[in-house]
């Protein structure tokens, strides 16, 4: 093969071929997390969630009209999932402590308590959502952190 021919082979390879892009995107993990006032004290968190991605905890506040936390069909509902959605303890979640910050800006931010909801986006995706309730305004408000688990 000559350097033309062969200039003109990777010339021709490296070409958009106009395949759908959405093929090659990856889809990324997107849930709702705000519709409503961000409490400032969850704005104030800067703490990353360690896994393979090690991503920033993010504020979630969203508007709830029930007297107690969602069950977790409900959260789904709530943040637009329509996979499946669990919950953990805090030792489950965070058997090391690392995330007391996290915990206690939510607390504070909340009723109190904070319930963590795993939402599973696929195989290896999945988003932490530590919330609580904010009776008084009528709100699930908390922080939420994707992660990479393989």
């Known amino acids: 093969m000559s350097d ?7 010339d021709q390879a490296n070409q958009d071929t106009g395949a759908s892009k959405a093929s ?3 889809k990324s993990a997107a849930t709702k997390a705000v519709d409503t006032d961000v409490p400032a004290t969850l704005q104030k968190v800067d703490q990353y969630y ?3 991605s090690d ?3 993010e504020p979630v506040s969203l508007k ?3 007297k107690n936390m969602p069950s977790e069909n409900e959260f789904g ?8 959605v669990s919950t953990l303890t805090t030792n489950d979640f965070d058997p090391q402590g690392e995330y007391k910050k996290v915990m206690e800006a939510v607390e504070q931010a909340g009723d109190g308590k904070a319930r963590i909801y795993r939402v599973e986006h696929d195989r290896t995706r999945v988003e932490y959502y530590i919330v609580g309730f904010d009776k008084e305004g009528g709100r699930v408000v908390g ?8």
Do not use: C, M, Q, R
């Not at 033309?4 to 990777?10: G, R, T």
């Open 4 to 10: 033309d021919a062969y200039s003109s082979f990777l």
């Open 24 to 26: 090659t995107k990856s």
């Open 50 to 52: 360690t896994s393979e």
């Open 55 to 57: 991503e920033p905890f």
């Open 64 to 66: 709830w009209s029930g």
């Open 77 to 84: 509902k709530l943040i637009e999932h329509n996979s499946e």
């Open 143 to 150: 922080l939420k952190a994707k992660a990479v688990e393989s």
